[in-house]
Structure formats: structure tokens, C-alpha cells
């Protein structure tokens, strides 16, 4: 029995790791585990932000030279804003002329339900001057869901269109 035992442990010499130095380190090993395992199941890497998410269809009718926009759902997101060529450049579309921010502070607060249209009719939501359109009567007009209390945005749609402002 002893020349047996003697074979599968070996003598103090033929030992590579001593035991007590072999037991902490599968102790180690096992705790490290235990953590990465933890994390994965309470979710500890929750800290990662979420992405705005909204429901949004652009509607481009050519022949009535009008975009619509409607908000279908808001998701986790707090409001949709418009961007895009619209909103960009230096013949940008506003409301009022003399205010540059009249046209993106139409889009905000948008919520489920709302339809926000931009044309040159005088009711349109944002009004487009007929004959000054300039380089805005072909691009893109993109709607970007937004979660206000971590300033997340996404683009949740997007539409080119070409139409005749003038």
C-alpha cells in the first residue's frame, strides 16, 4: 500500500506545488468565477445606456409638395425631434424667418399621435417660404428619438425627398 500511495503522490521532491499552495489557488480561482458569474446574472453591467427607441413614419407626397410626420409610439424615449437638410444649412426652413430655432422648436415635445406637417401652406406646422426654398427642396428629413434625462438620441426614421417649393 505505502510503494502504491508513494506512486500516485510522490515523494516531497517530485511534488511540483506544495498542497497548501494548491489549495489557495483553486480557493482563488473559484471566487474569481463566482464574481464573474454574479455580474453576469445581477446584471451588474446595466450601467450601459439604452438606446431612444420610437415608432415614426415620414410620409413624402410629392404631388401635394408636403412631408408629413407622425409619432406611432414613443417606446422608451420622452419626445421625437426632426433634423436633417431641413433643419441645416444656410437656407434652412423656419417658421419665422427671424428666428432660427422656430423650426426645430416645432418638433419639440412631439408625442404619440402627433403629426407634424411641413409644407409651404400657410396651416402647415412648419412653413416652408414658396420661392425661397433654395437648396431644401431635395434631401433628407430625419426623426431622432430622444430620452431627456440622459440625453440619448437615436434616428428612428429617415426620408429623402425632392419637391417643388417654389
Request: no cysteine; glycine share 10%.
Amino acid at each position: 500500500m505505502n510503494a502504491m500511495k508513494a506512486k500516485l503522490v510522490g515523494s516531497e521532491e517530485e511534488r511540483a506545488v506544495s498542497p497548501v499552495i494548491g489549495v489557495i489557488l483553486m480557493v482563488a480561482i473559484t471566487v474569481i468565477l463566482a464574481a464573474v458569474i454574479a455580474a453576469f446574472v445581477l446584471d451588474l453591467g446595466g450601467s450601459v445606456g439604452q438606446e431612444a427607441q420610437a415608432g415614426v413614419t415620414i410620409d413624402v407626397d410629392e404631388s401635394a409638395d408636403e412631408i408629413q410626420v407622425e409619432v406611432t409610439s414613443l417606446g422608451n424615449a420622452d419626445s421625437v425631434h426632426l433634423g436633417g437638410s431641413l433643419f441645416s444649412g444656410p437656407d434652412a426652413a423656419y417658421n419665422d424667418p427671424s428666428s432660427a430655432d422656430d423650426a426645430q422648436d416645432a418638433t419639440e415635445g412631439t408625442g404619440v399621435g402627433d403629426v407634424i406637417t411641413i409644407s409651404t401652406d400657410a396651416d402647415a406646422d412648419i412653413q416652408i417660404e414658396a420661392g425661397s426654398a433654395g437648396d431644401i427642396e431635395s434631401g433628407t428629413v430625419t426623426a431622432v428619438a430622444v430620452i431627456d434625462e440622459t440625453d440619448t438620441t437615436t434616428q428612428v426614421a429617415s426620408e429623402d425627398y425632392d419637391l417643388d417649393w417654389s
